[in-house]
C-alpha cells in the first residue's frame, strides 16, 4: 500500500531524515517509535504532502505522492490525525466533522461517514452541537480522529494521539485503532507509549536522528533492549 524509499527531508538546509524507507500493507498497523527529535513527525508530515521531499520516493497504491499537494494526497485516501489535534475551537463538534469530508471522493458519503464516526464515538453525537474548544482533552481527540475518518481514507497517519491523555482514555484511543483496522483502515503510528504502540503494531521502525537503525516485527523488537535505551535512555 505505502512504499516510502530512501526519503530526504530538509528544514531549510538542515537535514532531518536520510533515506528512510518504510512501507505499510493492506489492514495493517505499523508503528514508527524513537525519542523526541528523531524525525517521527517529520516523517509523517512528509508523508502527508506537508514538507517536501527533497530526495527518494512515496508511492501509495502505486500514485506518486512525493512532490503532490496535501489535499491532493486526501483525495488519494491518506488522512491525518496530527499531534495535538489542530482542531477549530471556535466551530462545533458537527462542523469539524464536516470539515473532515471536504475532498470529492468523500463528499457523497458524508452522511454515512458521519453516522460510522458517531457510532464509533457516541460523545460526539451527544456533543455535536457544542463548540470544540470546550470539549476535553480525550473529547478532542476523539474528534481529531473522527474528522480524519470522515475523509474516508484507506491510509490513516496518527501522530502522538495518546499524548497528554488520561489513562482511561488512552485504552479507549487504542481500542479504536484496532477498530479501524479491523475495518480494512492501515495506520501508520507514531506514539510516544511505545509498549502500548508495539502492543498493537505488526511491525515497527525505530528511528533515531533522522535514520532507520531498526526494524520488524513488532512483538519481537519490543523485547530488544536497543528499544529501552533508544526510546527510554536506559
Known amino acids: 500500500m505505502l512504499e516510502v524509499s530512501d526519503l530526504d527531508v530538509f528544514y531549510g538546509d538542515a537535514q532531518a531524515l536520510w533515506e528512510v524507507s518504510v512501507r505499510v500493507e493492506d489492514s495493517e498497523v505499523v508503528s514508527i517509535v524513537g525519542s523526541n527529535g528523531a524525525g517521527k513527525s517529520t516523517l509523517v508530515g512528509a ?35 496530527p499531534e495535538g489535534r489542530r482542531l477549530f475551537p471556535g466551530l462545533t463538534v458537527a462542523d469539524n466533522l464536516d470539515l473532515g469530508a471536504f475532498n ?19 460523545r460526539l453525537s451527544e456533543r455535536a452541537a457544542q463548540l470544540a474548544g470546550s ?33 482511561v482514555i488512552v485504552d479507549e484511543v487504542f481500542e479504536v485503532i484496532e477498530t479501524v483496522r479491523a475495518a480494512g ?46 526510546v527510554l535512555g536506559v
Do not use: K, W
Open 47 to 81: 508523508v502527508m504532502g506537508i514538507l517536501p521531499a527533497r530526495g527518494g520516493t512515496i508511492l501509495f497504491d502505486g500514485t506518486n505522492l512525493t512532490e503532490m499537494a496535501g489535499h491532493r494526497v486526501c483525495r488519494c485516501g491518506v488522512a491525518i490525525v
Open 104 to 122: 470529492v471522493a468523500a463528499r457523497p458519503h458524508q452522511a454515512e461517514s458521519l453516522q460510522r464516526v458517531y457510532a464509533l464515538f457516541p
Open 135 to 167: 470539549l476535553s482533552g480525550g473529547e478532542q481527540q476523539m474528534l481529531a480522529i473522527g474528522r480524519a475518518l470522515m475523509a474516508r481514507p484507506r491510509l490513516l497517519l496518527m501522530d502522538e494521539p495518546s499524548l497528554g491523555l488520561a489513562p
Open 185 to 230: 483502515v492501515s495506520v501508520l503510528l507514531v506514539e510516544q507509549n511505545v509498549s502500548r504502540a508495539l502492543e498493537i503494531s505488526s511491525r515497527a521502525y525505530l528511528l533515531s536522528e533522522g535514520r532507520i537503525v531498526m526494524e520488524g516485527n513488532a512483538s519481537e523488537l519490543a523485547a530488544r533492549p536497543e528499544i529501552r535505551r533508544a
